[in-house]
């Protein structure tokens, strides 16, 4: 959080953690490496801060779409590490605020759930689903309010959406195949006076929005 003091006021800025899910591989169909490009410029102009594994897949293309110091966190484990690496020596090593080497799959995702105010999921394997299942049954046990967007481009996640409707989760997700609507869904669950997020940013009953982020 950075607090800049101007004329007698104090505006924090609250820097906005989105979780990044998806493949980690680009062996996928490439209306979601466009969409995780784009994803990626909007981020980019709203100055949202993103989280995500390291992984060379969907991940890291919304991160090399990035500009500017200081824009993600990576939370890996050794099985990226290799892929990682290649962050630490190229032109985007800049781009990173922290790297936290986790020792397996499962610390990660507590510390992903941990860190993170909102969560984009694109499509992916067995990672990205624990990743999303944690973060769905965590807001369904009241451990969490993050906002969690759902991006389902083809009707490819039509039959993973059903079954998670089927567990009485409807209302926890937002289902978008645009990533206009996706950021704008979490802005619009942030700042909802009942969000933590909001709460935790309030000053005196007073909110301004501006861009970047100001309350």
């Known amino acids: 959080n950075v607090k800049i003091w101007n004329i007698g006021v104090l505006i924090v ?8 899910g998806g493949s980690a591989s680009l062996d996928i169909n490439d209306s979601y490496i466009f969409f995780a490009s ?58 990173i605020t922290q790297s936290l080497r986790m020792e397996n799959q499962s610390e990660m ?15 992916g394997q067995l990672g ?44 926890l997700y937002h289902v978008t195949d645009n990533p206009i609507d996706c950021l704008n869904y979490i802005e619009q669950e942030l700042y909802k006076e009942t969000s933590s997020f909001y709460k935790d940013y309030v000053i005196n009953d007073y909110t301004k929005r501006n861009m970047p982020i100001y309350i």
């Open 13 to 20: 800025k609250k820097i906005v953690n989105v979780f990044i």
């Open 38 to 95: 784009e994803l990626g410029r909007l981020i980019n102009e709203r100055d949202y801060h993103i989280i995500f594994d390291g992984c060379a897949g969907l991940p890291s293309v919304v991160f090399k779409n990035l500009t500017g110091f200081d824009r993600a966190t990576v939370c890996y484990t050794v099985h990226y590490i290799a892929e990682y690496s290649n962050y630490q020596k190229n032109d985007y090593q800049y781009l």
């Open 109 to 123: 995702t507590d510390t992903i759930i941990e860190l993170s105010d909102a969560f984009i999921f694109l499509k």
């Open 128 to 171: 990205t689903l624990e990743e999303l299942f944690r973060a769905i049954n965590g807001k369904k046990n009241l451990e969490h309010d993050h906002p969690i967007v759902i991006v389902n481009l083809n009707h490819e996640w039509d039959n993973l959406i059903n079954i998670l409707d089927s567990c009485n989760t409807r209302g």
